[in-house]
């Protein structure tokens, strides 16, 4: 398996502009997680999906944050407009249900994002 | 509500020494509990995951960790150190509950190995 996948690896952009991170989960997971880690604030869960359907999105920090999954195999999570205190790098993680069970999540390798 | 404390934010050990990470955590419920590792530039790995069997859990790269419920703590620990075991190290919590799949993180342990 190829793991859950993210685009891209490294975003460099000025404030104001709109950023798109990328990610696709690992075949066969049903949920999604987006994660952003910073050195003040640790790692932090920004939104989760089950099935395609968000399901919270209370880590949202602010409206400039949307996330969208259209399908199985692809979510985006958009900034517009891009701040500098949006610099962090941004996790996708997926896992899968069984049994009712808590699963290991699948982390990607990460976005890291600049923002000038 | 749920948290995870990782006391020390920084630890440094000689190569060939014990490893020890401290992690308490909050629950309402019976928990479920992991250890990440982090190396640079990289994502989240799985170390291991305790989930109500065994209190004693084996993870991967010689790493164990004990639940205790009465101390609410579930440490990490390697008799050796190694060099590649430089990492940053995350303990997560996640209710037992089943359709729960949200991890709570700690704030991580880097941890540096002195040759």
């Known amino acids: 398996d190829a793991g859950v996948i993210q685009s891209p690896r490294h975003e460099v952009t000025e404030m104001g502009q709109e950023v798109t991170l990328r990610c696709k989960p690992i075949s066969g997971h049903d949920y999604l997680f987006w994660y952003r880690q910073t050195m003040m604030r640790g790692l932090e869960l920004l939104i989760y999906f089950n099935n395609n359907v968000p399901i919270d999105d209370s880590g949202m920090p602010e409206d400039r944050f949307s996330a969208k999954m259209p399908n199985a195999s692809f979510s985006t999570l958009k900034i517009q407009p891009s701040e500098p205190r949006d610099s962090a790098v941004y996790f996708c993680?997926?896992?899968?249900?069984?049994?009712?069970?808590?699963?290991?999540?699948?982390f990607g390798p990460g976005t890291r994002l600049t923002v000038l | 509500a749920q948290s995870v404390t990782q006391l020390g934010s920084h630890v440094s050990v000689s190569e060939g020494a014990l490893v020890l990470l401290r992690c308490n955590y909050s629950?309402?419920?019976?928990?479920?509990l992991f250890w990440y590792v982090q190396y640079p530039n990289q994502g989240l790995q799985l170390l291991l995951k305790?989930?109500?069997?065994?209190?004693l859990v084996k993870g991967i790269n010689g790493f164990e960790a004990e639940f205790k419920k009465s101390e609410t703590s579930f440490h990490l620990t390697k008799p050796s150190a190694h060099m590649s075991d430089a990492a940053e190290y995350f303990c997560a919590v996640s209710p037992s509950g089943a359709g729960s799949y949200q991890l709570t993180f700690g704030k991580g342990t880097k941890l540096s190995v002195i040759p």
């Open positions: 993680a997926s896992t899968q249900r069984r049994g009712g069970r808590s699963n290991e999540q699948f």
């Open positions: 629950s309402s419920v019976p928990p479920y």
């Open positions: 305790y989930t109500s069997a065994a209190t």
